[in-house]
């Protein structure tokens, strides 16, 4: 299990990797500056989406990373 340290040092790596650095930051900034409540927001994470959309989606996430 990881420390809550080691969990932001990992979570950011993952941020600019996929973001690039500078979105990254804004993405953390605003995190920090508005009012954010994670159970609503993850309530309505996939709200719009189907199982199959979702499926679909993990599908190609999942080849993508085989290539990398």
Do not use: C, H, Q
């Amino acid at each position: 299990m990881l420390t809550d340290s080691e969990l932001k040092i990992k979570s950011y790596e993952i941020l600019r990797k996929e973001l690039g650095e500078p979105k990254a930051e804004k993405f953390i900034s605003l995190l920090i500056k508005d009012p954010f409540d994670y159970p609503v927001w993850r309530k309505n994470l996939f709200e719009k989406k189907n199982i199959y959309g979702l499926s679909k989606e993990a599908k190609v996430f999942r080849d993508k990373s085989k290539e990398s």
